[in-house]
């Protein structure tokens, strides 16, 4: 989930690279209607988005509705990964080396 579709285009081959589907979103809300119409298996979000939800609400929200779905969150800013870590949540400091990403989204995946 991430607003900037730079961004997006970037993190897809990384993310193929390691066996993985990506299914993209461009705010909480579009990754919301994914998370009820497709099989999702982890979610990896930004935190700062415009709207009314950020990642971290979102990530929050997809915590009570589907307990145990991996949840890996993104931040380039101090206050939210200290806020994001502080509830329970993985986060990864922007910009994050596509090795670091995928071997924190196979931990995810395996402790789920």
């Given at each position: 989930?991430?607003?900037?579709?730079?961004?997006?285009?970037?993190?897809?081959?990384?993310?193929?690279?390691?066996?993985?589907?990506?299914?993209?979103?461009?705010?909480?809300?579009?990754?919301?209607?994914?998370?009820?119409?497709?099989?999702?298996?982890?979610?990896?979000?930004?935190?700062?988005?415009?709207?009314?939800?950020?990642?971290?609400g979102l990530?929050?929200?997809?915590?009570?509705?589907?307990?145990?779905?991996?949840?890996?969150?993104?931040?380039?800013?101090?206050?939210?990964?200290?806020?994001?870590?502080?509830?329970?949540?993985?986060?990864?400091?922007?910009?994050?080396?596509?090795?670091?990403?995928?071997?924190?989204?196979?931990?995810?995946?395996?402790?789920?």
């Amino acid at each position: 989930v991430e607003e900037q579709s730079a961004v997006r285009t970037l993190a897809r081959p990384t993310l193929e690279s390691g066996g993985y589907t990506v299914l993209p979103a461009s705010d909480p809300i579009d990754a919301l209607q994914l998370a009820e119409t497709a099989r999702v298996d982890l979610v990896l979000s930004d935190i700062r988005m415009p709207g009314q939800m950020t990642g971290l609400g979102l990530a929050r929200w997809l915590q009570t509705a589907r307990p145990g779905l991996p949840i890996v969150l993104m931040t380039g800013y101090s206050d939210e990964l200290q806020q994001a870590t502080s509830s329970g949540f993985e986060v990864l400091r922007k910009p994050c080396p596509p090795e670091k990403l995928i071997r924190t989204i196979v931990a995810q995946s395996r402790s789920r």
